[in-house]
Each structure stands twice: as C-alpha cells, then as structure tokens.
C-alpha cells in the first residue's frame, strides 16, 4: 500500500469519528473532541510519511486552521451553539456539525498528506501558502461528509466510542469530556 493509500485510508476513517462525534449534542464539547480526533489523524499520517510528530505544534495547527481557513471556529461554534436551541436548534446543529466535521477532517487530513508528499512537516506548515488546496479539499469533504452522513449507524458510534477512549487515555480528553461523550453517544442508539 501507498503511503497515499495509507493516508487516504486513515483520512476517511477520521471524517466517520469526525460526523459521529459532530453529532454529540452538547455545545462546545463536540468541538474539543473533533480536535482531539484531528490531531490524532494528523499523528497517524505523520507516522505514515515517517515525519517527526509534535503534538503542541499539531493542536496549533489543527485551531489555527479552523480559526483562519474560511471561519471553521466561528462555524463549527455556530453550528455547536445552534445546538442548544430546545428541538430543532439541536437537529439543525447536528446536521450541520456533522458535515462541517467531516469536512474540516477531510481537509485538514488531505492538506497535510499534499504537504507531506512535498517533503515538508509540522514546523515549516504554511496555512497562506496551502490556503486554496484547503478550500478545494474542504469542498470534497463536504460531498463525501453528506453522502456518509446518510449511512451513519451503530457502528459508528461503537467505532467512536473506542477511538475516544482512546483519546481520553492519551490524555487528549478529560474524564468528564469523555463521560459526557460517552453518555450522549450512548443516548443515540
């Protein structure tokens, strides 16, 4: 297998933890978790392209694209706070959510697999330079975000479930976002 292959595979697998966890209704909790799965993508790709991983300079990364590329903090926390609006606050939120973190996941994953293939890393990462690779790798994260979006089940919340114990015990998620987490995913089947 490709390192692309290897990637690409490790991208898609983080867009489905993305969605599910996009759809925790809990305001701002979603986002943190989202970011812990991001920077754990961004590990696993590092690991593929054999790069240095630094986990600091990661999570920088990771919110200082969701703060610069096209307004993701202020969408992602829209669509997080919409969530809290009693019924159809919540499921509008997390439709959008869903699709927002898929995307972002996608594109984040995709961005760093093109600058990897450039023979770059984590320390000379330039978010102007990659801009418009972003914006077309967010746009197929979309697409693909919307048609998984339809066949997310019970295993996916399973798969979810797992990869954010994991997360917890790397330290990534405290015990209490983890509870809650767990607690809300659980709610959905």
């Known amino acids: 297998m490709s ?3 290897a990637s690409d595979k ?3 697998e983080h867009l489905s933890f993305s969605m599910v966890a996009g759809a925790i209704p809990i305001p701002i909790v979603d986002v943190v978790a989202i ?3 991001q920077v754990e993508m961004l590990s696993k790709i590092a690991k593929v392209y054999e790069i240095d991983f630094n986990e600091e300079r990661a999570k920088a990364i990771v919110s200082s694209a969701s703060g610069t590329i096209i307004g ?3 969408g992602r926390l829209g669509a997080s706070a919409v969530k809290s609006i009693p019924i159809v606050g919540t499921v509008l939120g997390i439709g959008s959510q869903m699709i927002l973190a898929g995307a972002s996941t996608y ?3 995709k961005v760093f697999q093109f600058h990897f293939e450039q023979r770059g890393n984590f320390f000379n ?4 330079q990659l801009r418009s690779k972003f914006e077309e790798f967010f746009k197929q994260g ?3 975000a919307k048609s998984k979006e339809k066949t997310t089940n019970k295993e996916d919340v399973f798969e979810t479930l797992a990869k954010l114990n994991e997360l917890r015990k ?3 998620l405290t015990e209490e976002e983890y509870n809650k987490l767990k607690s809300e995913l659980l709610a959905k089947i």
Do not use: S
């Not at 990462?125 to 102007?128: L, M, S, V």
């Open 3 to 5: 390192k692309i292959e």
């Open 10 to 12: 490790i991208i898609l």
């Open 35 to 37: 970011t812990a799965i």
């Open 72 to 74: 993701l903090t202020i």
């Open 107 to 109: 594109a984040i994953g």
């Open 125 to 128: 990462f330039n978010w102007d």
């Open 142 to 144: 979309e697409e693909i």
């Open 170 to 172: 790397q330290g990534a």
